[in-house]
């Protein structure tokens, strides 16, 4: 499922109320947000080089397997840094999770539609894997303010 719309209305609310019900049922799931993903890439480079044990980025991926539910907020060219080690770290985990759509679920939400994503190269790959799901769009009045 991909949620998408202007800020302040409530996208992470919705994540968070699905996780929530999914945990009070017993079903593992998490919410995160795509730059919590991208720091947990980056320490975990930042320690292999300062020699740590640390997990591989194969790892990594797999951690975010592990929920049967997995709820990514803030998602978009707005949020994510434009570098290709970002960009490859953030599709890897929702690759990984759309290849096993069978068989786990991926809450996505974004300030963005899925036309501008398809419109920006960088997003373009990301974008197709959302057309196989239900994409959402969020409105209303703001809850902001």
């Given at each position: 499922i991909f949620l998408y719309g202007g800020n302040g209305f409530g996208k992470p609310g919705v994540l968070k109320s699905a996780v929530a019900a999914m945990c009070a049922i017993g079903v593992g799931a998490h919410y995160t947000t795509a730059a919590n993903i991208l720091n947990d890439a980056y320490d975990l480079i930042q320690r292999n080089r300062r020699g740590d044990e640390a997990e591989t980025m194969k790892e990594l991926i797999t951690r975010y397997s592990r929920y049967p539910l997995l709820a990514v907020d803030e998602l978009g060219t707005d949020r994510v840094a434009d570098t290709q080690f970002a960009q490859s770290a953030l599709f890897g985990v929702l690759?990984?999770?759309?290849?096993?759509?069978?068989?786990m679920a991926t809450l996505l939400a974004s300030n963005q539609t899925?036309?501008?994503?398809?419109?920006?190269?960088?997003?373009?790959?990301?974008?197709?894997?959302?057309?196989?799901?239900?994409?959402?769009?969020?409105?209303?009045?703001s809850l902001r303010g």
């Open positions: 690759d990984n999770r759309y290849t096993a759509r069978e068989r899925p036309q501008a994503m398809a419109a920006d190269a960088r997003w373009r790959y990301f974008e197709s894997r959302t057309q196989d799901g239900l994409r959402i769009p969020v409105g209303g009045k």
